[in-house]
């Protein structure tokens, strides 16, 4: 018996073609479906750069601010109010935090739930690209633009002779756990509140917040300890403790390891039982 004839059903009618044709379509329609999210993804980056609010905010501006903080001769000397670390080291973490959640707290939001409530979303599923092919390569872009921001904030001060953290891997995984903790709240705000204007609106909010609990106008070292207390229970804060520490050749703090990888898992678990297409 040849194998043809083993993949006959009762009726003589061989199977083989078919299941080499099903194989052949399904190669096919994956490799269509790649090639049209790599073009929607090619889209997206297109539409970042022309956007002057996502170009401007979450990107040009922490550098900027660091490029002119780091250029001022007293900003680079140690200084009480900030627990002996200059200004320049002080507020590189804080403006990293800044940048990362004006990408994901306000830009992210927006532009997805922009894509819902115009029916993108759902028009996709007659398309080779599913809408999660999409929002996972739309997720790795907004990544990939919050770490290469956060490599950029970091670098500019020691351009100007400012020190480099002290603990140069604790500073890195600070920079992660920020990233993905924000990455996972900015999902779930658009997960749970479908207007996207709505949902950018609480993003500012909930942003603000972290650049307080960050130090932004306020210097950490000067937060009495129920106020630190509460800003270290915030992804915002346990982030900057962490690269802080790195700063200064702290030992890392598991405690602000696990606020981060709490608000991460929390986030994500709840954005993906809670999400809509439409």
Known sequence: MTTADTLSDPSGHNHT?????????????????WRATRALLGNEVRLFARTPAAVVLPVLMP?????VIAAVPAARRPAEPFGG????????PTLIIFAVS??????????LGGYRELGFLRRLRTTPVSPAMLLAAFLVFMTVVSLMTALVIAGVPLLFGVPAPMRPVTFAVGV?????AFLAVGTLLCAVIPNPR????????????????????????????????????????????????AMVGAAMSWLAVGVCVVWCAVGATVAVRTFRWE
């Open 85 to 92: 670390l200059s200004v320049a080291q002080a507020y590189t």
């Open 198 to 245: 709505v949902a950018t609106g609480v993003g500012n909010v909930v942003a603000a917040l972290m650049w307080f609990c960050a130090g932004l106008w306020f210097p950490r070292a000067q937060f009495p300890a129920w106020l630190a207390g509460i800003a270290d229970a915030t992804p915002g804060g346990a982030a900057v403790r962490l690269m802080t520490d």
């Open 17 to 33: 073609g078919h299941d080499q044709t099903g194989h052949h379509q399904t190669g096919h329609g994956l490799r269509a479906g």
């Open 102 to 111: 004006m990408a994901t707290l306000v830009v992210l939001p927006s532009i």
């Open 63 to 67: 550098i900027v601010a660091t490029a």
């Open 176 to 180: 992660l756990l920020c990233v993905a």
